[in-house]
DNA sequence: ATAATTGCAAATGCTTTGCTTGTGA
DNA sequence: TCACAAGCAAAGCATTTGCAATTAT
């Protein structure tokens, strides 16, 4: 059984067969896949699902806390399992590739720049455009 | 004559009636309008514009860099003037009320990241969500 | 004069939803 | 059993676009 399978028992998360596969598929995504290439990822293993069954799993699941939602450039959202210790993203604008990165110093930052404003951080969204330096 | 058309003159961008409204309605926000908002202005001010006027002038804008877009979380496009200097925003999760502020630590910070994992950076984007803290 | 811009409505792309049938606990 | 989930197609929403009429330079 999958990481995502386990998370969903312990938060008494009906399991279909449907959500199985769809658990299964992101469980082995290493990447930030959208819905659409989550669904053909899905299909591989039972053309019979629909891709509303995938918005609504992926809703689902986020809910849960067990998936991750992004919003990166480019109109469609993304997805990734939820990380046990927070990362933020660099997301390359030539290939799309995605590179996941913590940084201590700024989180520290962020919270005292929200302290100072008046405000308790609830969330934050840190993204970085970049073009690979060539050696 | 608002700034705006000023930079659109300097950038030869070809000034109609309808988008020296939309230059000024901007110009005179303090805000971040979605585009819907911002076609309520306008049409305040001539009721015959249209709102695909609207998104075309406000893509147009964006391109010759006079205004900047933010994909704030809601799934509406925001936009505000383009700043002389950069800055982030903290957004109120109850109000919806926007705060900017810049960090200059943090803009190190951000550079420093990107160079560590190969990468130049282009841009960026770092929205603090938040909830006002009582006195 | 004429290439660009507008308004309108239709089209788009992602996402959600109503409804009927199917199914996990 | 039976409340909940799936599949399908239709609807929603923000945004874009084709086209004929209008306008800025």
Redesign the pocket.
């Known amino acids: 059984m999958n990481s995502i399978e386990e998370k969903c028992k312990k938060k008494g998360v ?6 199985k596969i769809i658990a299964e598929v992101m469980s082995n995504s290493k990447d930030h896949p ?2 659409d290439e989550l669904h053909k990822r899905v299909i591989d293993v039972d053309k ?6 995938v ?3 992926v ?1 689902l699941f986020e809910e849960a806390g067990i998936l991750e939602k992004h919003d990166f450039k480019g ?3 993304r997805y990734e399992q939820s990380p046990d210790e927070h990362h933020d993203h660099l997301i390359d604008i030539n290939s799309g590739e995605i590179v996941e990165f913590v940084d201590k110093e700024i989180e520290k930052l962020q919270n005292e720049v929200a302290k100072k404003l008046g405000y308790k951080l609830v969330d934050h969204k840190l993204e970085l455009y970049g073009s690979k330096i060539k050696k």
Chains 1, 2 share one sequence.
């Not at 009906?14 to 959500?19: A, C, E, F, P």
């Not at 019979?48 to 069954?53: E, G, L, M, Q, R």
């Open positions: 009906r399991l279909t067969d449907q959500r959208d819905v019979k699902i629909s891709i509303a069954t918005y609504r799993t809703k109109g469609k959202a």
